[in-house]
């Protein structure tokens, strides 16, 4: 495993991927194809320019003879595809560019890789693809694939192709789906980064209906450790599941964000409720750690105020990155709270 494509390089997830890569394998030379959109930040990998290992290239995974042509010029060992349009609330503004990139990227990434006999497929994939839960029971892997959103289908969709690749062509192909992470260089429309980020300036935290919805935390590094083992030592054609055991409802984690800044729970507002909001997720992972020798490293509380940290010591990332597009979306999403 020397070269590795890694596609949305630049976000939340792949740009903590990459610093775990290149931080725990020297020899590892890591492609980095992004697009650059609105949640890609190439501050977010900028210790690592001019690193004999990293490559950065600017490019949509939707552009078959850019794909192609990089394919060509490089053998790589694995192809990790990050890229995607992730957040469920602008899928239910505008669903368009969650079916080019979410679907037409995963088939034409999948038709490159293929072509040119990569030895190992990552699709990094989400539990949201399960449907939601009840108040009892958990996603194992055998879960029936049933999305609510535009984001999951589109998801979903994108992994019933791997699956396809897998089984008709033989491609050695691995999904993993994993729970709602946080960690440090999460774009600040997703539900913990825009808490801290609203609290810090006493702004109010928009609570979708009564907050009573779940969902299981993972630390992104937990999450990243899980692909990395996955990839080294996981079965083509297996779907290995990824979460936290920290399953919290939403109003919980506020109040808790809250009482961590020391800031008022008046501050919380409860605004119309998300259409279609899953109620509840939760994962089984004892496959991952009976098969792949992973587990969850993180203890919720310590990784959720290192988080706040993080972000309270750079609010220069922050700022940066809440002014242009991520004003637009938030004012139509929120008005002028
Ligand atoms: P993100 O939105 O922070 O980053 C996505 C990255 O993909 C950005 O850098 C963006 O520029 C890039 N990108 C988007 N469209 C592209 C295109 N057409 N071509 C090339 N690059 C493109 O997302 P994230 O939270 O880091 O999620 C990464 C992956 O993990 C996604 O596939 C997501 O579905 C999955 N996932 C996320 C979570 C979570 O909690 N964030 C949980 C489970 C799975």
Known sequence: MKRILVTGGCGFIGSNFIRLQLSEYPEIEITN??????????ENLKEFEGHTGYQFVKGDITDPELVHSLLDSVSFDAVINFAAESHVDRSILDSGPFIQTNIVGTQVL???ARKHDVNRYVQVSTDEVYGSLGPEGLFTEQTPIAPNSPYSASKAAADLLVRSYVNT???????????NNYGPYQFPEKLIPLFISNAREDKSLPVYGEGTNVRDWIHVMDHCRGIDAALRKGEPGQVYNFGGHAEMQNIEITKLLLKLLDKPESLIEYVTDRPGHDLRYAIDCSKAESE???????????????????YLDNPEWVNRIRTGKYREYYEQQYGNR
Do not use: H, M
């Not at 062509?169 to 729970?179: E, H, K, L, N, V």
């Open 33 to 42: 194809l992004d697009k650059l959109t609105y949640a890609g930040n190439l």
């Open 110 to 112: 999948l038709d490159a």
């Open 169 to 179: 062509f033989g491609f050695p192909a691995i999904i993993t789906r994993c729970s």
């Open 292 to 310: 792949l020798g992973w587990k969850v490293e993180t203890d919720f509380q310590t990784g959720l105020k290192e988080t706040i940290d993080w």
